[in-house]
């Protein structure tokens, strides 16, 4: 099976542009989750798609947000970019059932805000 | 909210010999589940051993063990024979149990312990 995938894999903005981050899962997962990983605050929860629902969400302003196709392919979107906003941002998919808990990674998109 | 702390920013060991990475973490659940992850300098986040709570035979996938302690919330991973290519960041995660009809909350993840080998 093909692992998750992510595009694209580097971007540079300048502040208050918009960017969308797009991520595919693994083929049958119908799970996926977002995270932000920078140095000063590691690696954080930004939220989860399950069958085109939001089910959760971490501790993020609303110029986060995201959405998931009828295919799991998800998009994640971020508005009015900061210079905190350079990260990387990591999407994970997961299977259901016992392995919902089992979250595998994409490779990341890296954002440069100017 | 639960909090996962990994007290050993950076360790080294030599290549063959063995090297633990500790991690606890704090939580008022007890249904939940524990894993460690591995990120090589190409940035590719690798899943290495997962722990059911309820579960208390600790984890084992070929070279990598861990020693699970639910009652002192502590959460290590033993690398047996290090290779080079065991030279990475380490994540101790932590996720609660799934909930029906409402999912369950993301990965809280530990600051990492960059790992050394020494040829």
């Known amino acids: 099976k093909a692992g998750v995938t992510q595009t694209p894999r580097y971007l540079i903005k300048t502040r208050g542009q918009q960017v969308t981050l797009s991520c595919s899962p693994i083929?049958?997962?119908?799970?996926v989750s977002w995270y932000q990983q920078t140095p000063g605050q590691g690696l954080q929860f930004l939220f989860e798609y399950f069958s085109e629902t939001q089910r959760n969400k971490g501790n993020f302003p609303g110029r986060f947000s995201g959405r998931q196709f009828s295919n799991s392919r998800s998009e994640m979107n971020v508005s009015t970019l900061e210079l905190g906003d350079s990260a990387l941002y990591l999407c994970a998919s997961s299977g259901g059932g016992a392995t919902y808990n089992e979250q595998f990674f994409g490779p990341g998109t890296r954002l440069t805000v100017l | 909210a639960q909090t996962v702390t990994q007290s050993q920013p950076e360790m080294s060991v030599q290549e063959a010999e063995t090297v633990t990475l500790s991690c606890t973490y704090d939580t008022s659940e007890s249904d939940y589940y524990l894993f460690w992850y591995k990120q090589p300098p190409s940035r590719q986040m690798i899943l290495v051993i997962r722990?059911?709570?309820?579960?208390?035979q600790n984890a084992t996938e070929n070279r990598f063990s861990v020693n699970f302690q639910k009652a002192a919330k502590s959460f290590s991973l033993k690398i047996s024979d290090s290779q080079l290519g065991d030279a990475a960041m380490y994540f101790c995660a932590y996720r609660s149990a799934f909930r029906s009809g409402g999912g369950a909350d993301g990965l809280t993840f530990g600051k990492g312990t960059h790992l050394i080998i020494q040829p």
């Open positions: 722990q059911e709570a309820y579960k208390q």
């Open positions: 083929s049958g997962h119908r799970s």
